[in-house]
């Protein structure tokens, strides 16, 4: 795969990614967290089956199993975190906030995979997380030095937990296939969301609220699925924390939605916080 096609590609993520996000927070208000990742795993299993069936056999091998099963559980304990987090946040704080997967990506590529980082790509690291800790504060006086915005600390959580989807991913498409690596755990927290909803007896809801919103849940499925197998494509030749650092200016995207479609306001020094990170991410792409 050539440089600028996996550029390509990972600029198209993060695109995907910056709607999907969108569409998410308007689903989870909706709908709720569990049905929202549901309805994205139904999409995803049944969208890519057509495409991943001449690869099935791959999947069964007791190793590949194995991460792929692994890699269900932690985008579904990451994915409900990040849903909660749009439910109850500022889709504009809460997409930059959730950068700090990018540092997460990246140090696990480099500690498991060897991956090398240079000296400018680890400045522009650290330079997004300090525009991250402006937009995630609701002021820069010392008198609100600890209060964060609502939903900051449940994206953090869910920006560790993607960290570790970043680079499970990353490892299923080089190892295994980008395709597997999308679609297995797809079907896996699908599975998750269902048998919990069965044991709450919600799936009756889920199936009229996919009647009542086709059109948006439709919608997120589509986004969120293709974003990720962008990514998992641009992800099989080239370095996770570069890939990883190019598809973080998505935030641009929800940030330009929330604040157009949702009304939401945020403050001067967040808008600088949020320019500042958006900037070190796009310069880090530039290092290639």
């Given at each position: 795969m050539e440089i600028e096609?996996?550029?390509?590609?990972?600029?198209?993520?993060m695109v995907c990614w910056g709607i999907g996000?969108?569409?998410?927070?308007?689903?989870?208000?909706?709908?709720?967290?569990?049905?929202?990742?549901?309805?994205i795993g139904i999409v995803g299993a049944i969208g890519l089956l057509p495409f991943v069936a001449g690869e099935l056999p791959a999947l069964f091998l007791p190793e590949n199993l194995l991460l792929m099963l692994f890699l269900g559980i932690v985008t579904f304990i990451a994915a409900l975190l990040n849903f909660e987090a749009l439910k109850k946040g500022k889709l504009s704080v809460v997409e930059v906030v959730i950068e700090i997967e990018l540092p997460v990506t990246a140090f696990l590529g480099i500690y498991f995979l060897k991956e090398v980082i240079s000296l400018p790509q680890?400045?522009?690291?650290?330079?997004?997380?300090?525009?991250?800790?402006?937009?995630?504060m609701k002021s820069l006086s010392l008198k609100s030095l600890g209060k964060v915005e609502k939903g900051v600390l449940l994206a953090v959580a869910a920006a560790i937990g993607m960290g570790m989807t970043n680079f499970l991913t990353g490892f299923g498409a080089k190892t295994v296939s980008p395709l597997l690596a999308i679609w297995a755990?797809?079907?896996?927290?699908?599975?998750?969301?269902?048998?919990?909803?069965?044991?709450?007896?919600?799936?009756?809801?889920?199936?009229?609220?996919?009647?009542?919103?086709?059109?948006?849940?439709?919608?997120?499925?589509?986004?969120?699925?293709?974003?990720?197998?962008?990514?998992?494509?641009?992800?099989?030749?080239?370095?996770i924390a570069i890939t990883?650092?190019?598809?973080?200016?998505?935030?641009?995207?929800?940030?330009?939605?929330?604040?157009?479609?949702?009304?939401?306001?945020?403050?001067?020094?967040?808008?600088?916080?949020?320019?500042?990170?958006?900037?070190?991410?796009?310069?880090?792409?530039?290092?290639?």
């Amino acid at each position: 795969m050539e440089i600028e096609t996996g550029l390509l590609l990972a600029f198209g993520a993060m695109v995907c990614w910056g709607i999907g996000d969108f569409l998410i927070q308007r689903s989870v208000r909706k709908v709720g967290d569990v049905e929202a990742l549901a309805f994205i795993g139904i999409v995803g299993a049944i969208g890519l089956l057509p495409f991943v069936a001449g690869e099935l056999p791959a999947l069964f091998l007791p190793e590949n199993l194995l991460l792929m099963l692994f890699l269900g559980i932690v985008t579904f304990i990451a994915a409900l975190l990040n849903f909660e987090a749009l439910k109850k946040g500022k889709l504009s704080v809460v997409e930059v906030v959730i950068e700090i997967e990018l540092p997460v990506t990246a140090f696990l590529g480099i500690y498991f995979l060897k991956e090398v980082i240079s000296l400018p790509q680890l400045i522009g690291i650290g330079v997004v997380f300090i525009g991250i800790t402006m937009l995630a504060m609701k002021s820069l006086s010392l008198k609100s030095l600890g209060k964060v915005e609502k939903g900051v600390l449940l994206a953090v959580a869910a920006a560790i937990g993607m960290g570790m989807t970043n680079f499970l991913t990353g490892f299923g498409a080089k190892t295994v296939s980008p395709l597997l690596a999308i679609w297995a755990p797809w079907v896996f927290f699908t599975i998750f969301c269902l048998f919990y909803l069965w044991k709450n007896k919600g799936l009756g809801k889920l199936v009229t609220n996919a009647g009542r919103y086709k059109g948006l849940v439709l919608a997120m499925g589509i986004f969120d699925t293709l974003a990720w197998l962008l990514y998992a494509l641009a992800l099989k030749e080239q370095s996770i924390a570069i890939t990883t650092a190019i598809t973080e200016s998505y935030p641009a995207i929800g940030m330009a939605l929330g604040l157009w479609f949702n009304k939401e306001k945020i403050k001067r020094h967040q808008i600088a916080g949020a320019l500042l990170a958006l900037a070190a991410s796009i310069a880090l792409a530039t290092t290639l």
